[in-house]
């Protein structure tokens, strides 16, 4: 009884000082691991934009109010750049033009993943293209307006392979290359492929988009109800998450060109009332794009050690477009006196209170590209006298007189047939084009000052521009609000599209030169052939520059400067990627996200004809955000053995005290306690 006695007080001794021995190991190693230094914690590389978007109202449909942004999620089969016309390849190796430019053969790249998975074919080419024909049928690349037989329609865009995509044009056309490759970012056919096959099938059925719309309204209404819960693209980043202060784009790790440096993206929703700038500045965003800085923002951004701004010049511009058959609008010395006497540079200072450029040549477009498309001999032998600035009201009055008319008694002038000069000038409520109702109103004044009697009228922008009896398309004006930009674009607009497929203007179509009789569409059309010889084309845009400047047959005024601000801690492209950014500015910064930023593997040859942007060797530093994280601890491998004896030691003691236990006798009758 004794010796059973002393072994149970040996038993809990040896629990007591086993157990102290083992709380104390576990101080000792927890207060050790307190010491141990922490790994660095775990940092996201984050690039943030801002894009305004509601949830309520924004889709992943890339055709119905689609989220911002999604240039970035997805390549297109090159990037242009606009400063020199020049092809990236991106989804496209390379290309082919044959038969005179009315077939072009895309070579596709191989083992490209979208974000879901499947791989990128040629189905993907066939139904980015056959769903945007179905949205936007009237398109040049499309339709080339309501005539299926202009140049620059193509009729369907054919798999000849897995890898290869052919596209046949009705005619050759000079932005062929520009719509097949750059103007759309390629979406995934597992996501609209069911719309491709309903598209193709009516066509086989012999219905067309341009005479059978009827035929196709119930897939596009489809299309339009079309809600697909994320983006499936082919892109470095792909959707993670929509929230109501910023999306979320993650890094795909499968990205054919190889890792993307930043982990993540983030699209920030600008508070309400805060703008662009403010954001910018507070460094809340990596990017600003901005045409309407004020010259003190510019001047204060000037200033920031933390920053660099770039420069470019939008070539898009508020125009006026004249009605001819509204009299004496068709009178060529009424429109010289109208270009004498509109303030462009004022009416510049008040539409564009920032950065701007004033457009001094009226060669019928944006005089910015002028250098690039002219000689300077034939500028200014035929140009420079007819520019038309700076303002002149003595010349424009001159001209009216010169036409033997005079002004009556309120001070309005008035023709040798008793029509006095007055007329309705028409401008939209929105529109990269569009005059302010103050810019308009300075138009308006001018005018009067001089004796030329002016109404205003501001139309809604989505009626004005209405290509079912919108006042634009349709002529409905006598001095219309349109647009001008860069050369191919602008005879584009007047000497073809306002022409020929709409009402429009009315202008003649044969005019008068020195060189001889020419038709807009003939002289259009060999400008942008892309057989002609370059001296042909070079005839052809001077003509039309002549044209434009004799007869004013519209009247450029001004153009945005655009101002790039980004963190100057990036290793960003030269200048020239950023003289390339006057418009489409989502679409152009995607370029440094697809192809700049990028870990690559292997990397590429450089562009063969691209010189104003450099290859990237290596990023200096990128922008990084602390996330919440699980925190890591380094632990030695010393403590890392104290822990496991401490635990091994916990577990035998506690088997040997229930042992311990199991071994105490029970009570019998005569046992003393």
Request: charged share 20%.
């Amino acid at each position: 009884m004794i010796a059973m006695s002393v072994n149970t007080y040996i038993d809990r001794k040896l629990v007591k000082y086993a157990s102290i021995l083992v709380v104390a190991l576990m101080l000792f190693a927890m207060l050790q691991l307190s010491l141990t230094p922490l790994a660095p914690q775990e940092e996201k590389k984050v690039f943030r934009l801002a894009g305004g978007y509601n949830p309520e109202v924004n889709t992943w449909n890339r055709f119905v109010n689609c989220y911002p942004w999604v240039d970035i999620l997805s390549p297109r089969l090159a990037h242009m750049f606009f400063i020199n016309g020049t092809y990236y390849p991106e989804l496209a190796e390379s290309w082919e033009v044959y038969e005179n430019g009315k077939l072009i053969i895309v070579h596709l790249r191989q083992g490209v993943k979208a974000h879901d998975g499947s791989d990128f074919t040629a189905e993907d080419v066939v139904t980015t293209y056959l769903v945007n024909k179905l949205i936007w049928n009237a398109w040049p690349v499309y339709n080339a307006g309501n005539n299926i037989n202009e140049s620059g329609a193509f009729d369907l865009p054919i798999a000849l392979d897995d890898y290869t995509v052919a596209f046949k044009f009705v005619k050759p056309h000079l932005s062929a290359l520009y719509y097949v490759l750059w103007c759309n970012i390629i979406i995934s056919d597992t996501q609209y492929g069911e719309f491709a096959e309903r598209i193709l099938e009516k066509m086989h059925e012999g219905y067309n988009l341009y005479d059978n719309k009827d035929q196709f309204q119930d897939i596009l209404d489809d299309l339009n109800e079309f809600r697909p819960d994320t983006f499936v693209g082919f892109g470095p980043y792909k959707v993670k998450s929509v929230q109501q202060d910023k999306i979320i784009f993650e890094r795909f790790d499968d990205y054919f060109l190889g890792t993307p440096y930043f982990d993540e993206l983030h699209i920030i929703r600008p508070p309400e009332g805060v703008s662009s700038f403010e954001l910018f500045k507070n460094q809340e965003v990596d990017w600003l794009w901005s045409i309407g800085l004020t010259e003190d923002q510019i001047n204060e951004a000037e200033g920031w050690d933390w920053a660099e701004m770039h420069h470019a010049v939008r070539t898009i511009s508020p125009t006026l477009y004249f009605n001819w058959h509204k009299y004496p609008l068709n009178i060529k010395e009424v429109r010289q006196a109208i270009a004498w006497a509109i303030d462009r540079d004022a009416v510049a200072r008040l539409r564009f209170p920032g950065s701007r450029h004033v457009i001094e040549y009226m060669c019928g477009f944006n005089d910015a590209e002028l250098p690039a498309l002219l000689n300077e001999t034939f500028i200014q032998e035929w140009l420079e006298d007819r520019k038309y600035y700076p303002r002149d009201t003595q010349k424009a009055e001159d001209l009216l007189a010169g036409l033997g008319w005079e002004k009556n008694a309120e001070g309005w002038w008035v023709t040798d047939n008793g029509t006095v000069l007055e007329f309705e000038l028409s401008y939209p409520t929105s529109g990269g084009c569009m005059l302010t109702p103050e810019s308009a109103e300075m138009i308006a004044n001018n005018l009067q000052e001089i004796g030329i009697k002016v109404t205003l009228r501001q139309v809604e922008g989505s009626l004005y521009y209405s290509r079912e009896e919108g006042d634009f398309y349709y002529g409905k004006y006598d001095i219309g609000n349109g647009c001008a930009g860069g050369a191919s674009f602008s005879f584009s607009e007047w000497a073809r599209k306002y022409r020929y497929d709409f009402p429009g203007s009315h202008m003649p179509e044969n005019w008068e030169t020195p060189w001889g009789t020419y038709s807009l569409l003939d002289l259009y059309e060999k400008f942008t052939d892309p057989w002609a010889s370059e001296e042909e084309r070079s005839n052809a845009a001077a003509i039309l520059a002549y044209i434009a400047a004799e007869y004013v047959t519209v009247i450029p005024i001004c153009s945005p400067g655009v101002i790039m601000l980004v963190p100057n801690k990036y290793d960003w492209p030269d200048e020239g990627y950023f003289a390339s950014m006057s418009s489409w500015a989502a679409a152009h910064l995607s370029f440094v996200f697809k192809n700049w930023f990028v870990e690559r593997k292997p990397p590429p040859p450089p562009p063969a004809t691209m010189t104003t942007v450099t290859e990237v060797s290596t990023v200096t530093e990128v922008s990084t955000v602390t996330t919440t994280t699980t925190k890591t601890v380094e632990v030695t491998g010393m403590w890392m053995y104290i822990a496991i004896i401490a635990i091994i030691l916990l577990i035998i003691v506690a088997v040997y005290a229930a042992m311990a236990v199991k071994k105490k006798p029970e009570k019998t009758e005569g046992t003393k306690e």
